[in-house]
């Protein structure tokens, strides 16, 4: 079924040129991936906790459980850091280049890449699950085109688009294809779940809802420009923007957005209307990381990560990263941390350790 008229769609100022869409879900209960909520006040003084020198980062998010984040570098090398004090726990070198934002379970990491053939212009993809606590490949598959975007897993499947339309899901434990939905467009956004459901957002503007097991359209909606960022599911709607929008998160307010025209937007859920904007130092290409007390975005060609008041959009907090941001990798939240990509590295920023009180000396 075609759905060409959304429930909300509204444009929130003249200044976002793009297009913010919510669409109405009648799917039940949903899942809220994207709203974090997490256990660091973004607003309270940050220092750096330790940092990761490497001048190989990609321009995509590292994934991270409670106790390691993994980092994909150039050159499709990945390191495995501990969360707690940056330590490497493991490097391993998978060739190629990485082509999609990874993504973690119990068990185990799922990493896409690509590389070239010796004929020109012809690019193959691959898929490979790594053991957490080693790095070892667990199984790899090689594909006809390199999945881009995102990305995501239920118990048993992994699910991910590819630049020539192909939506893939694999069983996680043996990399086997369980199926496989051809469309006429290629995929580099984050999919989502809900439910039975899992949503890919097209390069040609066309919003899919695919049943997780047979992969068999349920319905679309055709946007007015690429989808490219994240899809987020909240209280019986779906919010995306399409073509410069490059992050949606719903956040306690309202719905928070961010555009390549430098502005942060903070919108009413239920009516689309304008709460507040922000002009921030640079374009905003990755999704923030959200807490009670702000949101923290990555602008690029800025030199701080900058965190605004959630209430008024007014700026709460900085954090210094030592030089200008080119990375596009979005900031990850584990534990009580704030991880950063730079260009240079990885930087942990924390809360401030008290200093133990001084002990008298005994006369």
């Known amino acids: 079924m ?7 769609h509204s444009r929130s100022s003249k200044a976002l040129v793009s297009f913010l869409v919510a669409l109405a879900c009648a799917s039940g209960v949903l899942l809220a991936r994207n709203r974090n909520e997490n256990q660091i006040a973004l607003s309270q003084p940050l220092t750096i906790k330790w940092r990761y020198d490497c001048d190989q980062t990609s321009n995509l998010t590292p994934a991270a459980d409670s106790n390691l984040i993994y980092v994909p570098l150039a050159g499709g090398v990945l390191v495995s850091l501990s969360v707690a ?37 012809h690019v193959h993809g691959t898929l490979r699950a790594l053991s957490k606590p080693t790095g070892v490949t667990l199984w790899m598959r090689t594909l006809p085109a390199p999945l881009k975007g995102g990305l995501v897993a239920n118990d048993r499947a992994l699910f991910a688009g590819s630049l020539d339309g192909r939506v893939y899901a694999f069983d996680k434990r043996t990399g086997l294809t369980l199926w496989i939905t051809q469309f006429a467009e290629g995929f580099s956004s984050q999919p989502a779940l809900s439910n039975d459901t899992v949503y890919f957002g097209g390069d040609n503007g066309s919003l899919m809802a695919l049943d997780q097991k047979t992969g068999q359209p349920s319905w679309y909606y055709r946007a007015h420009g690429p989808i490219r960022g994240p899809i987020v599911i909240n209280g019986g709607a779906i919010y995306f923007g399409s073509s410069d929008v490059q992050s949606v998160a719903v956040v ?28 921030l130092p640079g374009r905003i290409s990755a999704q923030p990381v959200t807490a009670a007390d702000g949101a923290l975005f990555t602008p690029l060609s800025s030199d701080s990560a900058i965190v605004l008041n959630l209430r008024d959009g007014k700026p709460a907090n900085a954090l210094a990263l030592g030089a200008e941001n080119s990375s596009s990798a979005a900031p990850v939240a584990a534990n009580d941390l704030v991880l950063i990509t730079t ?21």
Request: hydrophobic residues 40%; negative net charge; charged residues 20%.
């Open 2 to 8: 075609n759905h060409n008229t959304p429930f909300l």
């Open 85 to 121: 004090d940056g330590k490497l726990s493991w490097k391993a070198e998978t060739g190629g280049e990485f082509s999609a934002v990874p993504v973690v379970d119990e068990r185990s990491l799922f990493a896409a890449g690509q590389f070239a053939e010796p004929e020109p212009g």
């Open 252 to 279: 306690d307010g309202g719905l928070l957005a961010a555009s390549l025209d430098n502005f942060a937007y903070l919108l009413s859920r239920s009516k689309g209307s304008l709460i507040w904007r922000r002009l």
């Open 343 to 363: 260009t240079h590295g990885l930087i942990a920023f924390a809360r401030p350790q008290p200093k133990a009180p001084a002990v008298a000396p005994n006369d």
